[in-house]
Each structure stands twice: as structure tokens, then as C-alpha cells.
């Protein structure tokens, strides 16, 4: 027998900023010192922690799919969801959901409901990734079909995206203000996203403050966290029509490299004194940013493919890596780091050792 209110307790969560009500307190952890073996300390703790979360995910997905009949539907007469969270499709975490579909079968079932406008047809709660996987591979979903209100299917969607860690701080910032838009109380946000009140009001702030053209052309930012996206708010909120805007969002500098190093040209707008100083403008007056030095510089092994983007800008350089062609390359940077700058600093003092025997006449 198909067990009942399964989404009872949804709502009664006890809410903090990461946690979900079944998640320890966390231990206090040492600051680490920038060097490989605190990096690669910090890799495996990622690692561990994506894997819980993972765990976490199905869980929930167990409670709300559990007694329930497993059916297989036409791929085609189901709907995505009426609140979007993710900006991207194209992520090499979908290409590995596919992979695995296409090579051992669709593990676990995707939560949808019928249609409430749309006689015939289905909606989904959670699974958007697993159905499209469905349909790119010719093949039925397999579905648990529940009668959900509106409230309901958000709740589930929120809480199944929050147990995991592939919705960046950009995207959830987004679900809440689309939550927000529909007409959700702050209650029900905090719930479906299980975060606090503080963090929700942080969220809707950003996305508020940033307009929704600039966070749709950044995309995800899978890499970026949520204090760069708070201080990019903080700088539009004081000067919301910075110059230069519509010329670097157009810019070929700009739409060529990935979503985290299209973040820090934008915040570069605020933070480089002189950012847009080398901006040419066309006979129709628009223009294309270009770093204050020179274009994105780019760096691939021999094969061709571009992986690493350097663009300079007056105070910093910022170096982008395509995590769909190198998805484990930064971590591995990481853990070279204390080899690369004494390799680096040893360069240096040779070359401040030859400048003084110059000067000395030696």
C-alpha cells in the first residue's frame, strides 16, 4: 500500500545556513596554509563531502518515492517544472548522468505529477537531468507519478536540489527569487532551499540588486561562491549602470571563456581602475571590452585544446580553466603550488642577482 503525506515533514525541517536537519555540527577546522598538502587535504574533503551529499539526495528521493509504483512514460509528455533553478544543460555533470543512463539503465526514478492544466501530460518535481538524459537517448523515463500541489512539488524540488552540491550559489539565489516572484512566503523558501532566513534575504538581494541580463550572461559560476556574488551586488547597488556594461557583455573577450572568468570581467567593471579605458567603439557606437594589456591570453597542451584563459587587468590576473575539457586540472594546480612559486622565486632572485651585477659593473 502506497504510503501517505509523504511530503508531511518537508516543512518542519529545522533550518540553518548548510545544514539539513540530520547533518552533525560541523567540526571547527584549522585554517589552512596555501601549500599542496593543504590543498590536497582540501580536495579529498570535497570530495567527501559531495559524496555525503549524493547520499543525502537519494535518501530524500527514497522518502519521497518510497510504496509508490514505478511507471515508464513517453519522455515527450513530460514537462519541466513551473520554478527554473539551473541556468546551464550543457555541464559535464549531465553528460556523466548520461553516460551512466545510457550504460547500465536508469537507476532511480524521477518524481513528476500529473499535468494540472494539461490533460495527458506530466510535470516534474525533481529529475530534470535524468529526463532529458531519457529523451537525448530514445528511451521511457522512469517516473513515480504523485498527485502534488504546487507548494508540494516545490518543496520537493528545492530540497532535492539542495542535497546536492551541482546547483551552484548563483542558481539557488535564482530559485529563491523565482520562488519569490510566484508568490512564495519566505517560510516556504526557507524550506524548500533549507537555508535560514538570513541566507534567503542575502540571496533574493543578489539577484535583485544584479540585473537579470548580466547574471544570465555570466551563466552558473559553478566556481564562484557566494561572497564574490554578494560583493558584485554591493557594486552594483552603488553604481547600477557601469560603463562599458553592454559593450564587454557583447564583447568576443567575454563570450569565449567560461562562466567563472565571464564573473570576474564583469566584477572587473568595479574593481580595475581602469578596465574599460582600452574600449574601441565601431561607426554604430558600440564597442568591445578588452583587458587594460591585452586580449585573453590562452594556453593549450599539444593537442590544440584550449584549457587555461589569462586575461590581466590592473590589479590582478585571472586565470580560467575549462573545467569540461580539464575537470580535475585546478585541484591538481593546487597541489603544485608550492613547487611553482619557489621555482618562480628562484627566478626572481636569479634575475635581481644578474640586474645588481650589472649595476656593480661586475
Known amino acids: 500500500m502506497a504510503r501517505k503525506n509523504l511530503l508531511a515533514g518537508l516543512t518542519e525541517m529545522k533550518l540553518t545556513a548548510v545544514n539539513s536537519e540530520n547533518s552533525p555540527p560541523a567540526a571547527k577546522s584549522p585554517p589552512l596554509a596555501f601549500a599542496g598538502r593543504a590543498a590536497l587535504g582540501a580536495v579529498t574533503r570535497s570530495i567527501d563531502d559531495l559524496a555525503a551529499r549524493a547520499h543525502a539526495a537519494k535518501e530524500l528521493e527514497a522518502r519521497l518515492t518510497a510504496g509508490q509504483v514505478i511507471v515508464e512514460l513517453d519522455p515527450a509528455l513530460v514537462d519541466p517544472s513551473f520554478i527554473s533553478d539551473r541556468m546551464g544543460h550543457d555541464d559535464e555533470a549531465y553528460q556523466a548522468i548520461r553516460s551512466a543512463i545510457a550504460a547500465q539503465g536508469q537507476e532511480s526514478p524521477i518524481l513528476v505529477r500529473p499535468h494540472p492544466s494539461a490533460s495527458g501530460r506530466y510535470q516534474v518535481a525533481f529529475g530534470h537531468r535524468r529526463l532529458r538524459a531519457a529523451k537525448d537517448l530514445g528511451r521511457a523515463v522512469r517516473a513515480v507519478v504523485r498527485t502534488l500541489t504546487d507548494q508540494d512539488l516545490v518543496l520537493a524540488q528545492g530540497q532535492e536540489n ?35 532566513k538570513t541566507t534567503v534575504s542575502r540571496m533574493i538581494s543578489v539577484t535583485t540588486r544584479i540585473p537579470a541580463p548580466v547574471i544570465n550572461a555570466i551563466g552558473p559560476a559553478a566556481g564562484t561562491g557566494r561572497d564574490r556574488w554578494v560583493d558584485l551586488a554591493g557594486h552594483f547597488h552603488a553604481t547600477p549602470n557601469p560603463a562599458n556594461l553592454d559593450a564587454l557583455l557583447e564583447s568576443e573577450t567575454f563570450q569565449k571563456v567560461d562562466s567563472d572568468a565571464r564573473f570576474h570581467h564583469v566584477l572587473s567593471l568595479f574593481t580595475s581602475t581602469d578596465y574599460g579605458r582600452d574600449v574601441p567603439t565601431t561607426g554604430q557606437g558600440r564597442g568591445q571590452a578588452r583587458s587594460p594589456r591585452s586580449d585573453a591570453q590562452f594556453w593549450a597542451p599539444p593537442d590544440g585544446t584550449q584549457i587555461v584563459t589569462m586575461t590581466y587587468h590592473a590589479r590582478s590576473c585571472v586565470m580560467a580553466i ?24 628562484a627566478v626572481q632572485d636569479k634575475h635581481r642577482s644578474e640586474d645588481s651585477d650589472v649595476s656593480s659593473g661586475a
Not at 585541484?331 to 603550488?337: A, V
Open 162 to 196: 539542495s542535497a546536492r552540491t551541482d546547483l551552484s550559489f548563483i542558481e539557488r539565489a535564482r530559485f529563491a527569487k523565482n520562488l519569490e516572484d510566484a508568490g512564495y512566503d519566505r517560510e516556504i523558501i526557507m524550506s524548500a532551499l533549507t537555508v535560514d
Open 322 to 345: 575549462d573545467r569540461r575539457v580539464a575537470p580535475g586540472f585546478g585541484d591538481y594546480l593546487l597541489t603544485q603550488m608550492d613547487r611553482l612559486f619557489n621555482e618562480y622565486m
